[in-house]
């Protein structure tokens, strides 16, 4: 009767592995069951001793912090074990990031020069290497949050020659990207200022703040617009493409050398620049979203591949979840390839 007991939970193991692996999902089960067997022993034999233990309030709740602490670490191991095979947006955001890491240096950033390295030679973290670092309690990386990178044509309140360009620059593309301060949300978020008026010059670790403040600024005032007809694969490209942009806005900030510069200037330059680049709209950066979308074009087709030899899913089976924003506009030609 044991033997058919075990079977049964054997097979019922198996299948539910099966299962969780079709859904691209791959778990440890000696793990799951190595941990869940010693947290078993562990309470047996406190229970078992709660006589030596004694009945005062005391010995009970230090006994119940010793068992929720094992529980507590068991629980985490179990989903540190866990690893998806699919893209959310979050894990699709770092991965990205490795990717042009990779590919890309700071001359080739800004100009769209071609790739610095071939398929093979490109390392991004795969599923396992993911599974490790990924946060588990604590939140997203704010530039990885969908709120943050995703949104409409009112977040920036775009000109209608600024979005008459931007269709121009993006005509065969189900996605746009628009450049501007987002002033629809008041997220509590820091803004470079300098000091108060009539304070001292900054030193060189104030500076430095004051250059990575703008820096953050310039890659958060960006955003993804989605076309109503947008798959999956649009949004591994718009991701792409909004990652390279990111990276060229923060590298047009000035220098700590610049600010420097300013900041010994007499009146308020440091201030007025400041202020300029942190009201940069896309009729601002016109060359920049347009460089953008060209690089992230060029790089789509090699980012796929990289995906799928690092064990990837295919962009079909990215678990983004519903992005509800948004539009509608005439593309010309066909865009991204559909997949379904």
Same mark, same amino acid.
């Given at each position: 009767?044991?033997?058919?007991?075990?079977?049964? +939970?054997?097979?019922?193991?198996?299948?539910?592995?099966?299962?969780?692996?079709?859904?691209?999902?791959?778990?440890?089960?000696?793990?799951?069951?190595?941990?869940?067997?010693?947290?078993?022993?562990?309470?047996?034999?406190?229970?078992?001793?709660?006589?030596?233990?004694?009945?005062?309030?005391?010995?009970?709740?230090?006994?119940?912090?010793?068992?929720?602490?094992?529980?507590?670490?068991?629980?985490?191991?179990?989903?540190?074990?866990?690893?998806?095979?699919?893209?959310?947006?979050?894990?699709?955001?770092?991965?990205?990031?490795?990717?042009?890491?990779?590919?890309?240096?700071?001359?080739?950033?800004?100009?769209?020069?071609?790739? #610095?390295?071939?398929?093979?030679e490109i390392i991004i973290p795969t599923p396992d290497i993911m599974a490790k670092s990924e946060r588990i309690f604590l939140p997203p990386n704010h530039l990885a949050r969908r709120a943050i990178s995703f949104g409409s044509f009112g977040r920036a309140k775009l000109a209608p020659d600024e979005l008459s360009e931007l269709m121009e620059i993006f005509a065969k593309e189900k996605f746009l990207l628009v450049v501007g301060k987002d002033v629809k949300n008041n997220r509590r978020t820091k803004t470079a200022r300098k000091r108060a008026n009539g304070a001292k010059q900054l030193n060189s670790s104030e500076l430095l703040a004051l250059?990575?403040?703008?820096?953050?600024?310039?890659?958060?005032?960006?955003?993804?617009?989605?076309?109503?007809?947008?798959?999956?694969?649009?949004?591994?490209?718009?991701?792409?493409?909004?990652?390279?942009?990111? #990276?060229?806005?923060?590298?047009?900030?000035?220098?700590?050398?610049?600010?420097? +510069?300013?900041?010994?200037?007499?009146?308020?330059?440091?201030?007025?620049?400041?202020?300029?680049?942190?009201? +940069?709209?896309?009729?601002?950066?016109?060359?920049?979203? #347009?460089?953008? #979308?060209?690089?992230?074009?060029?790089?789509?087709?090699?980012?796929?591949?990289?995906?799928?030899?690092?064990?990837?899913?295919?962009?079909?089976?990215? &678990?983004?979840?519903?992005?509800? &924003?948004?539009?509608?506009?005439?593309? +010309?030609?066909?865009?991204?390839?559909?997949?379904?």
């Amino acid at each position: 009767m044991s033997t058919c007991r075990i079977t049964e +939970r054997n097979l019922f193991a198996d299948s539910l592995y099966a299962h969780l692996y079709n859904c691209g999902i791959t778990i440890s089960l000696n793990l799951l069951s190595f941990i869940s067997f010693h947290f078993r022993i562990l309470s047996s034999l406190i229970i078992h001793h709660v006589g030596a233990i004694g009945t005062s309030v005391q010995a009970v709740l230090s006994v119940w912090i010793t068992l929720q602490f094992f529980e507590v670490t068991c629980v985490y191991k179990q989903l540190r074990a866990v690893v998806f095979r699919m893209l959310n947006f979050e894990r699709l955001w770092l991965v990205t990031n490795h990717f042009l890491d990779e590919v890309l240096d700071s001359e080739s950033t800004m100009n769209g020069k071609d790739l #610095r390295r071939s398929i093979s030679e490109i390392i991004i973290p795969t599923p396992d290497i993911m599974a490790k670092s990924e946060r588990i309690f604590l939140p997203p990386n704010h530039l990885a949050r969908r709120a943050i990178s995703f949104g409409s044509f009112g977040r920036a309140k775009l000109a209608p020659d600024e979005l008459s360009e931007l269709m121009e620059i993006f005509a065969k593309e189900k996605f746009l990207l628009v450049v501007g301060k987002d002033v629809k949300n008041n997220r509590r978020t820091k803004t470079a200022r300098k000091r108060a008026n009539g304070a001292k010059q900054l030193n060189s670790s104030e500076l430095l703040a004051l250059a990575e403040q703008m820096k953050q600024e310039a890659m958060e005032n960006c955003h993804i617009v989605l076309h109503a007809e947008a798959n999956n694969a649009d949004i591994v490209k718009s991701t792409l493409a909004l990652a390279v942009l990111r #990276r060229k806005l923060s590298d047009s900030v000035p220098s700590i050398d610049e600010l420097q +510069r300013l900041d010994n200037c007499q009146g308020d330059a440091i201030d007025e620049m400041i202020n300029t680049y942190s009201s +940069r709209r896309c009729r601002d950066v016109m060359d920049l979203i #347009r460089l953008s #979308r060209e690089q992230g074009d060029q790089l789509f087709g090699t980012f796929l591949k990289v995906l799928s030899i690092r064990q990837w899913a295919t962009p079909a089976r990215f &678990m983004f979840g519903r992005v509800s &924003m948004r539009a509608e506009w005439p593309i +010309r030609g066909s865009g991204s390839k559909n997949v379904k």
